[in-house]
């Protein structure tokens, strides 16, 4: 009997040429994945160094119109508004300079990207406009075979466990995600056609919990202290009683919040108020992209992208409900386009020491506008009227859009 033991030494994989630390997905990993809400930009996070903010406001609270409404990436230590979100070499940064994204946070188009990669330190010139990170991807093209897909997904509260502020009923929730991609040849060997389209309808339902003035609090009846067994009357301004009205009665079942270290039952100036309300989305996503081979090193290709998100909710104390859509404009009209991205390059490998690569790209979008209906009146504003701040500021960007021209220098013989 006799045993062998082989060792074998390779050289490490180590990258010799560029300082570059970086990471890639490849097409497989990002349509196989799973993904919650299919945005293929949540998989940066497989990368070393990069994590997710979670702790973002609500897309329909007015703190999120400075932040801009896609998933909030940091990228080795760096400020989410210092990365730089390419799309075919086409920066896709929003009007706050931050990832982009629809009323739902999210990138649809899985099923439209080849593969992507994230640049987090030590990165090229060719890579600038940033001081963060750089995520880059690229979107399929057709080829000789015709080939597509279509697929439907499926999510509803039939599946989820209640968390801790649901009631005994866990509100619904419904989202259908579908769509089909086709690819295949115009002129074979020559000119190439792909086409992606997604759409999402989600009924959600959120749970809400108010802590809300108790029946006895909004006559001006008051807890005195120690422990609320007498009370202390103050007068209720006539102006201000009508506006009580928009907070809603503490939940029968809950016991009023006590303001002292311990209070006689049933006794209190606050309650607690729960109802589930009710998010309602949708989003049409569209990609095309066109690709013409003039020979074996002329190659011209153009992609159009075009995304559209409305949202309605009702606000926190189900007296009003909110709608909002992702046009970034302060001041939107019907005929004015949503989120849009057109880019057109070509590649010229003949001449290698002139130009190898030229492109130019246009990224159009409208700052997130909002309407407020209430039972007293209806009135259509802007979210930046609400915030001051930023209202200055998003005025100058009505009509954000930024055009990009990109040129790839390489040295060599003819």
Known sequence: MSQTVEVTEEAPNVELASSTISGSVDQRSVVELPLNGRSWSDLATLQPGVSSIKTLPNVTNPDRIGRGLGNQLTITGARPQQNNYLINGISMNDYTNGAPGSMLGGNLGVDAIQEFSVLTTNYSAA?????????????????????????EFLRNSALDGRNFFDG?????????????????????????????????????????????????????????PPDCSTTTQVTVDPLVKPYLAFYPLP????????????????????????????????ENY?????????STKDQLFGTYMFDDSPLTQNDEFNTKIISARTRRADCHSPGEPPFQSQSLEFRALR???????????????????????????????????????????????????????????VSGKR
């Open 127 to 151: 890579n600038g406009r940033t001081s963060g990170g750089v995520i880059s991807a690229v979107t399929k093209s057709g080829t000789n075979t015709f080939h597509g897909n279509a697929y």
């Open 168 to 224: 005994e009923q866990i509100p619904p929730f419904r989202r259908n995600q579908f769509g089909a991609s086709a690819g295949g040849p115009i002129r074979k060997d020559k000119t190439f056609i792909f086409g992606d389209y997604e759409g999402l309808r989600q009924a959600l339902g959120v749970s809400q919990v108010n802590i809300v003035p108790s029946p006895a609090a909004r006559n001006g009846s008051l807890c005195a």
């Open 251 to 282: 939940d029968p079942n809950e016991a009023l919040l006590c303001p002292f270290d311990s209070c006689v039952l049933g006794t209190g100036d606050t309650g607690i108020s729960r109802f589930a309300g009710s998010q309602i989305s949708k």
């Open 286 to 294: 569209f990609t095309v992209r066109l690709d013409h081979n003039f």
């Open 351 to 409: 001449f290698q020491p002139v130009i190898r690569r030229f492109s130019i790209g246009r990224y159009s979008g409208q700052p997130p506008r909002g309407r407020h209906l209430s039972g007293i009146c209806a009135r259509e504003h802007s979210w930046t009227n609400s915030c001051a701040g930023a209202h200055g500021f998003l005025r100058r960007l009505e009509h954000a859009s930024a055009t990009t021209v990109g040129l790839e220098l």
